[in-house]
């Protein structure tokens, strides 16, 4: 009977020790692969105006055809792929080195190059609207709308966006503080003299106008300045004027945007301004025609060092 007890006792320990080596060895396999897997694998479903899409989180091969979000990626530290380098504004000019993909234009992307790449994710903005399914059909395509009548809202937006992705939330936090803080400055005294201004963009020898509610509309939006006509019809391309108007209209303030400075031309803005029409107005004799940096309000506005240059631009007049 002792030697039956003796035997059941020896059984049990070796049961026991068995599991017992069966659960360590359990536990050492699901510690060495499950957090690094869950953390590669971690996506992120980015909604934009475009639809949904599921990135991956810290992507690493990115394609951009947005300067905006080119310019928020390199001051948040993030290297990409490639871009589109016809148009580049100058200070982006950095992305110009060889080791940066060419993939295109803004309006033509080389779908081949890009296919090549096998990009991790695809950042596009409204001059690649019409050519978002073919490119989300080779990767994640994230869709960055800048809107003019509501730039800071679209901004914010854009960067949490991106913030989150990148796991720059904090960064991008106090980068909005800053920003928020000089355009509510600006605002403030552009408010406080009642100040209206008209933003006119020219092209070679043709000038159109810009109002409220546009695509410059963080002038009137943001800054404060009233509209110096109110009627003006929102149009992407502007309101077809002439000089005669600016004088009828006579702003405090005239901010022009040469594009013919940005994709060519053969005429600068400052050769059509300079004439007897524009001496006669109030923004001419108290030195407040203001020719904006036309790379960035025209091709770029929306990025981080972009929006920076934009209040720059206004807060020099001002001071």
Not at 158 to 175: P, S, T, Y
Not at 200 to 206: G, H, R
Request: hydrophobic residues 40%; glycine residues 8%; aromatic residues 8%.
């Amino acid at each position: 009977m002792a030697m039956i007890i003796k035997r059941k006792g020896i059984v049990i320990l070796f049961i026991l020790a068995i599991t017992i080596l069966g659960l360590v060895g359990c536990s050492t396999a699901d510690t060495g692969t499950s957090g690094l897997d869950e953390s590669e694998n971690e996506t992120i479903t980015v909604s934009h105006p475009l639809g949904e899409v599921t990135v991956k989180k810290n992507p690493e091969r990115i394609i951009v055809f947005d300067y905006a979000t080119l310019d928020s990626l390199d001051e948040m530290g993030i290297e990409v792929l490639g871009l589109p380098k016809s148009n580049i504004p100058e200070y982006l000019n950095k992305f110009n080195d060889e080791k940066y993909e060419d993939v295109g234009t803004l309006f033509e992307p080389d779908f081949e190059k890009i296919y090549e790449l096998n990009p991790d994710v695809i950042f596009i903005s409204g001059r690649q609207l019409e050519l978002y399914e073919e490119l989300n059909e080779i990767a994640p395509t994230v869709f960055l709308q800048v809107d003019g009548a509501k730039y800071m809202e679209s901004v914010t937006n854009n960067l949490k966006i991106l913030g989150q992705l990148f796991d720059r939330e904090e960064f991008v936090e106090e980068q909005l503080s800053g920003i928020n803080s000089s355009i509510n400055e600006i605002k403030e005294k552009v408010t406080e003299e009642s100040l209206n201004a008209l933003v006119v963009m020219a092209n070679d020898t043709s000038i159109s106008a810009f109002g409220k509610g546009s695509r410059f509309g963080m002038v009137h939006e943001e800054f404060g300045f009233e509209p110096a006509d109110p009627d003006l019809e929102v149009a992407n391309h502007g309101n077809s004027i002439t000089f005669e108007y600016i004088l009828e209209k006579n702003p405090d303030y005239i901010f022009i945007i040469d594009r013919s400075a940005t994709v060519g031309g053969n005429v600068t803005a400052k050769e059509i301004f300079d004439n007897e029409l524009i001496k006669e107005t109030d923004a001419y004799k108290n030195g407040r025609i203001v020719y904006l940096t036309s790379q960035v309000w025209y091709v770029a506005s929306g990025g981080l060092q972009g929006t920076n240059i934009m209040i720059e631009d206004i807060q020099q007049v001002l001071d």
